[in-house]
Nanobody, 128 residues
Framework: QVQLVESGGGLVQAGGSLRLSCAAS????????MGWFRQSPGKERAFVAT????????AYAESVKGRFTISRDNTKNTVYLQMNSLKPEDTAVYYC?????????????????????WGQGTQVAVSS
């Protein structure tokens, strides 16, 4: 059973940067599509970014496009979320998730229902 552990959250001023990491156990990490979601207080969990097996395809929520970058290192079983130009509205608990059912040329998963594995979350707080 693959387990996901996020790290890298914290408190940062607006305009600053953070890099989140999500380490996965298990031998089949490279075949999983990976995603990042976030949940702010009082709001539903929302899609942030997703990446395909080989990093060839990525997609982002409109609210983070141009500021966030998702990447992965399959040799380290780790997916990253580089967050630049952070805004107070980026404050949330960030979760990484894995979709083990997507095929290599299949569509990128945007909905949380498409992901069956989740990390415990890491808190990001952006002060104004």
């Amino acid at each position: 059973q693959v387990q996901l552990v996020e790290s890298g959250g914290g408190l940062v001023q607006a305009g600053g940067s953070l890099r989140l990491s999500c380490a996965a156990s298990g031998r089949t990490f490279s075949t999983y599509y990976m995603g990042w979601f976030r949940q702010s207080p009082g709001k539903e969990r929302a899609f942030v970014a997703t990446i395909s097996w080989s990093s060839g395809r990525t997609a982002y929520a409109e609210s983070v496009k141009g500021r966030f970058t998702i990447s992965r290192d399959n040799t380290k079983n780790t997916v990253y979320l580089q967050m630049n130009s952070l805004k107070p509205e980026d404050t949330a608990v960030y979760y990484c998730a894995a979709d083990s059912t997507a095929t290599i040329y299949g569509p990128l998963p945007f909905n949380e229902d498409e992901y069956e594995l989740w990390g415990q979350g890491t808190q990001v707080a952006v002060s104004s």
